[in-house]
């Protein structure tokens, strides 16, 4: 029957290894050695400061193109509620991280890796300007056609300079090539705080990216091609917190880029990532005290496996749901380990690791501070009700309700006093404390106080001990990425099961023996 | 230095082993209502001819409890629930006072106390996991002499672990003023080692603590004579033919005119008995594996000659 177990484990591993390897082997063979050279991960961190109100932030995210490919998203939310949208006209990802009431800093961070393809683009240049491009284009173009805000396409300085630019030149091509020159040969880069729009551009000849860009776009528009801005990063060991912003222009029926700032003719660099189209920001964020972000890039070796069956591949806002239930048989691991090699009672198997996801939620002190608090109501009561001589399970229900009114009532006076946040403080981890009390009354009903605190301390030890694993972020990063590594924890708890030794507390409990065996038989 | 290795050594049995070796491993599941329903072993017994205090009544429900009134016969009983463990739930009446019980403790009741206790257990208050459980009176077991002295309040009982159907360890478990008339060994009770061929104790254990005299009474808790300690050891083999239990603790009591009764049957015996007697159980626990397979179909004679020849 031993055996058994044993085999039974081996096998869990062994299918986990394989599943790994197959998965690694898959990934790697499908990828040439000349796109290995092009992977990246790209890390946003953000620092946030909230000044106690509403607060949002948001991060337009990288998307799949024909260039390039998003995998391995990450992101952490540091307790904010995070979510993605896309918007249809641009098709640009947007992440969103919103409290209600934040107070205090926090580290927001996105994190993905990319694999990206340089491109170059010949198109025939030979077709003819129209004579009424918002015509000639269908509606979805007009945005990109019409003039904005920044982008004066049809102010009279830039109908001016177009004419200057490209002349009495009907066909696309040369006069694409005639204002790419201008504004690449005449307008001199300058980095600047807050890019220009086109027509200071013009008026300056100096600009940044943005404002080299905002020009291009507007002589494009002016002349009758559709253009538009792409703001991304270009890719470089290291920290960074520069952006880059260049064009891209819709000719024969495709989108071509056009970076005047480095030269880039109808092509597009290997390392650039692009994040948005359109004239927009990067970041925006509204309620904050203080925000500063950098980006870290560094290499990636794993390249994007084609594995339809990868966590990754469920959306992210989700994926915080799932990596909390990845943590839940590490959790069981934990109280395994502690109940049959160590010997800490507890109350029973899932109250620990309840525990440590609260404690998750409402942070490790304000977790233990409660639970000591609401404990100590609930047996006071206890004792009270105990005179009554109330059967158990009303018994018990009272006292839940008592420490439901109790959380109104620090709710209602938190507020009051002006402590806003105890309104935010989530429902899920008040019902385990209160579960907990319900386990402590019913050991003590069954055993005494002396064991239900004996329980509780266990409890409490093991749960800190989860906790602490669980915040181990390199193992949630693991258990994400390979699922399959829930079999090994599975073959753990297996030999567990069949673990036959004696627990450290029996060391105690057998005391005598222990003297006995030193001290000779006697 | 090495605790671990000297446990090993003495071979103490340790809770990892015994729950994957000897309770799961020799007590199939679908045998534990058996002794974990007190009124079903009772039924048990009793049709085996086995000697058990005798059962006055049952009251299963609520509406039930007006049988309650029954007691009027009797001078003194003993309620219990049946699901109730580590005698949790059990009332002793020793005495009546005219229409009010006087508790063995002193304390007086009326019958509507009585009743109230009644529906307590049927609504679980003292059953594992609250669930709803049935109550019985019963035969109150009034202690044998030679035992009564030796204990604070209470009755005294001897249990014998069963393995296999061979009796390899036993403990005399005397109540102290700490458990409260209870004989249960972690709530306070003196368990006292027993040398199995002659049904004597040995010396003694207060919570996990050898000691040499009983905290209360003061007298020594060696040398103490089991009563009919031979019948005692006879009718613990019997048992397992009954129940099947291949790892099991049986807990008697001697009554002063009855003699040996079986009070209840434990499928899950505690490991302080070790502390008892002073040595590990898994010597003699492989002692009894060494005589092979076929151990369980011995006779019970055969069982008990064993047992003998295993502890001399």
Not at chain 1, 173 to 185: L, M, Q, Y
Not at chain 2, 35 to 59: C, M, N, Q, S
Request: hydrophobic share 45%; proline share 5%; net charge positive.
């Amino acid at each position: 029957m031993n055996r058994r177990v044993y085999f039974l484990a081996a096998g869990l591993v062994l299918v986990a290894a394989g599943v790994s390897s197959f998965k690694y082997v898959r990934g790697g063979m499908k990828i040439s050695p000349e796109a290995s050279r092009n992977l990246w991960r790209v890390n946003v961190s953000m620092e946030i400061a909230g000044k106690g109100e509403r607060a949002k932030v948001r991060l337009t995210l990288p998307r799949d193109t024909e260039r390039q490919t998003v995998y391995n998203e990450h992101f952490e939310n540091a307790g904010l509620t995070f979510y993605v949208r896309e918007r249809p006209l641009t098709g640009n990802r947007i992440g969103f991280w919103r409290s209600e009431l934040l107070e205090g800093s926090r580290t927001l961070q996105y994190a993905c890796s990319v694999q990206l393809k340089g491109l170059a683009f010949a198109f025939p240049g030979d077709a003819l300007r129209p004579v009424n491009a918002l015509e000639a284009y269908p509606p979805e173009f007009h945005t990109w056609l019409n003039p904005s805000d920044f982008i004066q396409s049809e102010s009279a300085p830039i109908q001016r300079s177009l004419k200057k630019v490209v002349g009495r030149e009907r066909r696309i091509g040369p006069a694409v090539r005639k204002i790419f020159d201008f504004v690449r040969g005449d307008v001199k880069y300058r980095s600047e705080r807050g890019s220009k729009d086109a027509l200071a551009t013009l008026a300056r000849l100096e600009a940044d990216c943005g404002g080299k860009a905002r020009l291009f776009a507007a002589l494009s528009r002016a002349a009758g091609i559709p253009s538009r801005l792409v703001g991304g990063i270009i890719l470089k060991d290291g920290v960074k917190s520069v952006t880059h912003v260049w064009a891209e222009n819709y000719i024969a029926g495709r989108w071509i880029p056009f970076d005047v700032v480095n030269d880039h003719y109808a092509a597009i660099p290997h390392d650039y990532l692009e994040l948005y189209r359109g004239d927009y920001a990067l970041i925006k964020h509204t309620g904050l005290k203080k925000f500063g972000y950098f980006f870290v890039i560094g290499r990636e070796r794993m390249p994007p496996v084609d594995y339809p069956w990868s966590l990754y591949g469920l959306p992210i806002h989700f994926q915080s749901t799932i990596k909390v239930l990845l943590l839940i048989p590490v959790g069981a691991l934990v109280v395994a380990l502690f109940r049959s090699v160590v010997g800490v009672p507890t109350f029973g198997t899932f109250a620990p690791i309840l525990l440590a996801l609260a404690f998750r939620e409402i942070s490790l002190g304000v977790g233990l501070l409660c639970l000591g608090i609401i404990l100590f109501c609930g047996w006071l009561l206890r004792a009270l009700l105990d005179r009554l001589k109330i059967l158990v399970i009303p018994r018990l229900s009272i006292i839940v309700t008592t420490v439901v009114i109790l959380v109104l009532v620090m709710m209602v006076v938190g507020f009051r006093l002006g402590e806003e946040k105890m309104l935010f403080i989530s429902l899920f981890p008040f019902i385990i404390l209160t579960w907990t009390i319900e386990r402590f009354s019913v050991l003590e009903i069954e055993d005494g106080l002396q064991a239900a605190l004996r329980a509780l301390g266990g409890t409490t030890v093991v749960a800190v001990a989860a906790f602490y694993l669980m915040a181990w972020n390199a193992l949630r990063v693991a258990l994400f990425t390979s699922p399959e590594l829930l079999l090994v924890v599975m073959a753990a708890l297996l030999l567990l099961g069949r673990y036959t030794g004696i627990r450290v507390t029996e060391l105690v409990r057998f005391r005598e023996f222990v003297r006995l065996g030193k001290g000779g038989p006697g | 230095v090495n605790g671990f290795g000297t446990l090993r050594r003495l071979g103490v049995l340790a809770l990892n082993r015994r729950n994957a070796r000897y309770t799961l491993g020799r007590n199939p599941r679908r045998l534990y209502p058996l002794v974990d329903d007190k009124l079903r072993t009772k039924a048990l017994l009793e049709e085996h001819g086995l000697p058990a205090p005798a059962l006055y009544f049952r009251i299963d429900h609520n509406f039930e409890i007006p049988k309650i009134r029954q007691i009027e016969t009797f001078k003194d009983f003993v309620v219990k629930p049946a699901r109730g463990a580590e005698g949790r739930g059990i009332l002793v009446i020793a005495d009546r006072e005219g229409d009010r019980w006087k508790k063995s403790s002193g304390e007086v009741l009326t019958t509507a106390d009585i009743e109230y206790h009644v529906s307590n257990i049927l609504a679980g208050l003292y059953s594992l996991g609250g669930i709803d459980d049935r109550a019985f009176v019963e035969y109150r077991v009034r202690c044998h002499a030679a035992l009564a002295k030796h204990a604070f309040r209470g009755v005294p009982d001897v249990r014998v672990i069963l393995y296999r159907g061979v009796p390899v360890m036993s403990m005399l478990r005397l109540p102290t003023r700490g458990s409260d008339g209870r004989a249960n060994l972690h709530q306070g009770a003196v368990g006292c080692g027993l040398d199995m061929a002659r049904g004597e104790t040995t010396g003694g254990v207060l919570k996990d603590r050898w000691i040499g005299r009983h905290p209360d009474t003061g007298l020594p808790v060696a040398g103490i004579r089991i009563p009919f300690w031979k019948d005692i050891l006879a009718t613990a083999v019997r048992t397992y033919d009954v129940f099947g239990l291949g790892y099991m603790g049986a807990d008697f009591v001697v009554d002063h005119l009855l003699g040996p009764l079986i009070l209840e049957l434990n499928a899950r015996p505690g490991l302080n008995i070790q502390l008892a007697n002073h040595k590990g159980l898994l010597p003699v626990l492989d002692a009894v594996d060494a005589r092979g397979r076929g151990v369980e179909h011995f006779s019970a004679a055969e069982r008990l000659e064993l047992a003998l020849n295993l502890v001399r």
